[in-house]
DNA sequence: AGTACGAATTAGAATAATTCTAAGAAGCCA
DNA sequence: TGGCTTCTTAGAATTATTCTAATTCGTACT
């Protein structure tokens, strides 16, 4: 059937989770694969809404939540601009480019995890760390994509 | 005269922005230094008000802005809560404690925050990093305050 | 196939934090 | 003191997100 290639890893996940894996569900999740630009809740919406136009905004957060929640992609949130989503599931942080606003993946070495856990004093137990950097990119990046 | 202990620093950096010490910047400025808890604008003002009941909350706002603008206080978001703010201008990570949602500064050693950097690839020119933990903090730590 | 019933979607209202606007008060200096 | 600029203030506006309540959908019996 016309399943997305990714159809299937995303119907086990919802179904981990006693969800099920609906036509917006695998829009919204295609639409962050295809382009990993870290897009705004309502990028997302005007990205789905090309193949679905009858989809609603809520119903994008709805999923973009769900998604989440299931641990298939990541909420990303620079200062109070709106939350942003990233379908990478590796352990990377985040390089925000002050002129352009565009937001890149930077792979983190286990290694370098564990380094950063040693600041923490006895007494601190961390599920998570998460690592911003804010700067400026350049243009041989910014074409890299 | 009846000046906070802080009060010169205070006027000293806005003076190098060319701005003036205001009654309301200065009662600000202390309460973020007598309980440095990472209150919240919200917070701040109920603080403040018991000094100076006739401040506004958009006065507490423009006030933060302008100390977080003189690099005197560094504004602190977790996920889309509201804004927290820290007078602590030591380099240092966050941890955010998940269950009582208390923030804590968790000091950098400068050998650290070189580590880290090396993660960037060439082209990324990073003119700050965030470090932020969340997790759970023992009743140890949380007394010590 | 038809019905029941929880899950999911939808449009629009509501909320929360923050920013904006416009008016007045205060500080500074000639 | 007058003139100019900065600062404060109350309240309106904005923005992203969540909530509400009504439909629609999907699945599981019968
Ligand atoms: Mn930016
Ligand atoms: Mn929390
Ligand atoms: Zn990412
Ligand atoms: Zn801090």
């Known amino acids: 059937m016309s399943h997305s290639p990714n159809a299937e890893a995303l119907t086990q ?11 917006q569900r695998e829009v919204v999740y295609d639409v962050l694969l295809q382009k990993r630009d870290h897009p705004t809740a309502d ?3 005007a990205r789905v809404k090309s193949e679905m136009p009858t989809i609603s905004l809520a119903t994008v957060y709805n999923c973009l939540e769900t998604l ?3 641990d298939l992609v990541r909420a990303v ?3 109070r601009g709106p939350t942003r989503y990233c379908p990478n599931l590796r352990p990377h942080a985040h ?13 983190l070495p286990p290694a370098i995890l564990q380094t950063v856990n040693t600041v923490l004093p006895s007494g601190f137990d961390a599920s998570s760390v998460e ?6 990119a350049s243009a041989k990046v910014a074409n890299r994509e």
Do not use: M
Not at 13 to 23: I, K, N, Q
Not at 96 to 106: A, L, M, S, V
Not at 131 to 136: A, E, M, W
């Open 13 to 23: 996940r919802l179904a981990d989770s006693g969800l099920r894996a609906t036509p």
């Open 43 to 45: 990028e997302v919406f």
């Open 68 to 70: 989440v929640q299931c």
């Open 77 to 79: 949130n620079f200062e």
């Open 95 to 107: 390089f925000h480019d002050e002129k352009t606003g565009r937001t890149y993946d930077i792979e």
């Open 131 to 136: 690592i911003t950097f804010r700067g400026q």
